[in-house]
Every structure is written in structure tokens, then in C-alpha cells.
């Protein structure tokens, strides 16, 4: 049955609305490469006690070669039975579509079976498009679910979108959310005066997904024109793959920007302003930037190796793994942005999680 925007339970719609943390959750595999529960249920238990707001599953971080070896719908089973095994907490759920209208519309129906709240949606299958298609895609798609839009990187598959696109998606009566993350400050405009000029700042909440600004993003007022008039949208929160590692030192700096905008007349200190180079130097070991993107996924696993959630740093693609000089640039801003880290809190409740 579809789902819908009013169909959310409140305290759901509440988390998004007011800004949380979703990280994106990666697949946890063995040395034969096959699904292991164990490590899975593991990371799921990590980002329910780290105190993430919500999790985002079957995304890029998953992994969107689970479609293919058969495991999609088991990993998003997986997450939701783990999260309400640990916790009875409300948390936001939502589950990657991508592919083609038939493939997505699948996917979402598949999602709404297993209880989640809103899907993410990846455009990147249908690059080559028109935007009038990729309306009627997203459309088609929300039908089903409620759609959180996303503006990939053009570096790993996004298509460049228009101010006209979001202004006509955010004028979708079943769009929740939009994960921007384009990487690029022109972009991420152009997804503020589509939202502006749909009249959505309110309905529909911008969540960054913008790895080399996450700070800045969630500090800055974005301001935009209409009808002759300045029009303020702000960043809510963060649905990141950069948040699957570190993950409670992420809930703490989302809660001191939040408490500084509040108390200092939504203006933050240079202390934590200058926080966002950091993480920005941070990510840019942990997504392997130095040799575009490589890797990634492996280096968020890499650094989830190291503090004991995962077995190894296996894909599902062999092909995929560390960059050339990557691991030597994690142990880089482990030196140099160690403080950043949550190995302490990991090491007190890794056995725990591994039970």
C-alpha cells in the first residue's frame, strides 16, 4: 500500500523537520565477500547508541551492487529488525532507490513493505534524461513513498540539475527532504532558489550531504529572492557517508551547532566555524579525494576496521578498495584530528554490539 508524507508517525516527521544526524550505512562482508549479519547488526547497534536520528540504507555506502548479487532486500530487512531489536527510540528510516521508473518503483514498494519511512532517490541511471523526464520518473516513484531527492556528485554518475528541476520536485505534494550533495557551491544554490521559489523552505528540508562543507552547511543561512524579497532556508541536518564513521562525534557537533545558533543569535563561534576545515581534511582521507573517489566506501570501512565494527574492508567489487596513499593519509588526520574521533566511545561498547 503507498505511503504517504501524512501517513509518518509525528515524532518521525518531527526528527526531520527539526535536523538530525542519518548516516549512511554500510554492508558489513566477510572475507568471501558473502553478507555477515553479525558486523551488520553491529554497526546498526553503534549508530542507535551514538544517537543518530535516523539511518539510510541500500544507499552508495551500502553499496548499490547489493541489487544485483540479490541482497537488497535483506539488507534493509536486516537494518530495520536490528534498529527495533536495540531500541524502541523513533529513528527515521530510509531506504535507497535507484535505476530506471520500473526498478525504482519496485524498490520503494519493496521499502514500504518493510516499514520504512522515505526513500532517497538516485537519479544517476537516468543521467542522460531530460528534466521533464526525470519529473515523471519522480513522480511515478512518490507515488509509492515519500522521496528524499538527491543531488549527486557529477564525479561519481549525478546529473548537473537545475534551479527548475528542485522548484518542480519541491513542488511535489510527497516530497519529505533533499540530500544535497553536489560538492559544489554553485549547485547547492541552485537547489536553495528551486526550494525558494517552490514555496517549500518549510515543507520540504534540505539535508547536506556535501562532504566538504558539512559544518558550514549546517551553520550558514542561505538566502534567496522572491518576489522581491529575501527568503531564508537553512540546512536541517546531515544524511552522510562521512557519518557512518565517527558517528557519535557527529551527534555532539550537530548538537553544539545547534545550541550556538540558538544561544548566540544564530551566529556561531570561530572555534567551531573553523571546525569545518577539519572534517573537511578528515573526509578528504576517508573518501580517498586524492584519487577521485576511489575509495570511498573502503576508506570509511577502513577507518570502522580499525576500531573493531568491521572484519575487514571488503566490497562486493573486488575492484574497489583503498587508493594509492590512502591508508597513509587516515593515519594522517588520526594524528592530526584524533580528538574528532569517537574510538573511545566504540571501545567501551564494541562488545556489546558484537553480542
Same mark, same amino acid.
Given at each position: 500500500m503507498p505511503l504517504k508524507r501524512d501517513d509518518l508517525p509525528p515524532a518521525v516527521l518531527s526528527l526531520l523537520a527539526q535536523g538530525t544526524v542519518i548516516p549512511a550505512h554500510p554492508l558489513a562482508l566477510n572475507a568471501r565477500r558473502q553478507f555477515d549479519p553479525r558486523r551488520q547488526r553491529a554497526l546498526t547497534r553503534y549508530y542507535v547508541d551514538s544517537g543518530a536520528g535516523?539511518? %539510510?540504507?541500500?544507499?552508495?555506502?551500502?553499496?548499490?551492487?547489493?541489487? *544485483?548479487? =540479490?541482497? &537488497? *532486500?535483506?539488507?534493509?530487512?536486516a537494518a530495520m529488525r536490528d534498529k527495533a531489536d536495540w531500541s524502541e527510540r523513533p529513528m527515521a528510516m530510509i531506504a535507497?532507490?535507484?535505476g530506471a521508473t520500473s526498478q525504482a518503483v519496485r524498490e520503494a514498494q519493496t521499502s514500504? =513493505?518493510?516499514? &520504512?519511512?522515505? =526513500?532517497?532517490? $538516485?537519479?544517476?541511471?537516468? $543521467?542522460q534524461a531530460s528534466e521533464d523526464e526525470l519529473i515523471a520518473h519522480c513522480e511515478a516513484v %512518490?507515488? *509509492?513513498? @515519500?522521496?528524499? =531527492?538527491?543531488?549527486?556528485?557529477?564525479v561519481v554518475g549525478g546529473p548537473v540539475l537545475s534551479s527548475g528541476f528542485w522548484r518542480r520536485f519541491a513542488s511535489l505534494p510527497n516530497v519529505l527532504a533533499i540530500k544535497v550533495a553536489p560538492f559544489n557551491r554553485y549547485r547547492t544554490l541552485d537547489v536553495v532558489r528551486g526550494l525558494i521559489d517552490a514555496r517549500a523552505e518549510d515543507r520540504v528540508f534540505l539535508y547536506t550531504g556535501n562532504d566538504d562543507?558539512?559544518?558550514?552547511?549546517? $551553520?550558514? @543561512?542561505?538566502m534567496g529572492m522572491r518576489d522581491g524579497q529575501p527568503?531564508?532556508?537553512?540546512?536541517?541536518?546531515g544524511l552522510l557517508g562521512h557519518w557512518s564513521v565517527w558517528t557519535s562525534s557527529a551527534v555532539q557537533l550537530l548538537a553544539a551547532i545547534k545550541q550556538e545558533l540558538a544561544s548566540g543569535g544564530g551566529a556561531l563561534s570561530p572555534p567551531l566555524l573553523a571546525l569545518d576545515s577539519r572534517v573537511t581534511d578528515c573526509n578528504s582521507a576517508f573518501f580517498d579525494v586524492a584519487n577521485n573517489f576511489h575509495g570511498c566506501i573502503a576508506g570509511c570501512h577502513e577507518v570502522l576496521r580499525r576500531q573493531g565494527l568491521l572484519e575487514g574492508i571488503w566490497c562486493l567489487d573486488p575492484v574497489e578498495g583503498l587508493g594509492r596513499g590512502q591508508s597513509e593519509e587516515i593515519d594522517r588526520v588520526y594524528r592530526a584530528h584524533g580528538d574528532l574521533s569517537d574510538d573511545a566511545f566504540v571501545r567501551k561498547n564494541l562488545d556489546r554490539w558484537l553480542a
Open positions: 535516523g539511518l %539510510a540504507v541500500g544507499v552508495h555506502t551500502t553499496q548499490f551492487k547489493i541489487r *544485483e548479487v =540479490g541482497l &537488497y *532486500e535483506k539488507v534493509l530487512a535507497g532507490l535507484c514500504v =513493505g518493510l516499514g &520504512y519511512h522515505a =526513500g532517497l532517490l $538516485s537519479l544517476a541511471a537516468m $543521467s %512518490a507515488r *509509492e513513498i @515519500p522521496l528524499i =531527492g538527491f543531488y549527486l556528485q557529477t562543507h558539512i559544518v558550514l552547511d549546517l $551553520s550558514l @543561512p542561505f527568503v531564508t532556508a537553512r540546512f536541517r541536518g
